[in-house]
């Protein structure tokens, strides 16, 4: 299983970023599939999930980002996006790709994890 993130960089405060995962050796379309993110000394951190199921692709939210990021998916693409907008300095972490997690009363990761993509918000 390999998940490959991009999209990554530098943001300026309110600015947007969109994130990108691309899955290869896992059945994407029938995995759930999350975003974790992971500031300098501080764990690592829920951010969004999109489940799987049809008809309606469940989605959830880390309270930090509700309202300000959009998880989806293009399961003809194998990949997973992140739309962020009104970026703040508080977001700045490197952010992970993670598949085959689940919720229950909280969100619990899969074992499969990207590499991970630096985002920067400044001042």
């Known amino acids: 299983v390999q998940l490959v993130e991009s999209g990554g960089g530098l943001a300026q405060v309110g600015g947007s970023l969109r994130l990108s995962c691309t899955a290869s050796g896992v059945s994407f379309d029938r995995s759930d599939m999350a975003w974790f993110r992971q500031a300098p000394g501080k764990e690592r951190e829920f951010v969004a999930r999109?489940?799987?199921?049809?008809?309606?692709?469940?989605?959830l939210y880390g309270d930090s980002v509700k309202g300000r990021f959009t998880v989806s998916r293009d399961n003809a693409k194998n990949t997973l996006y992140l739309q962020m907008n009104s970026l703040q300095p508080e977001d700045t972490a490197v952010y992970y790709c993670?598949?085959?997690?689940?919720?229950?009363?909280?969100?619990?990761?899969?074992?499969?994890w990207g590499q991970g993509t630096q985002v920067t918000v400044s001042s």
């Open positions: 993670n598949a085959d997690g689940y919720y229950t009363t909280t969100y619990h990761p899969g074992k499969y």
């Open positions: 999109v489940g799987w199921t049809a008809p309606g692709l469940s989605t």
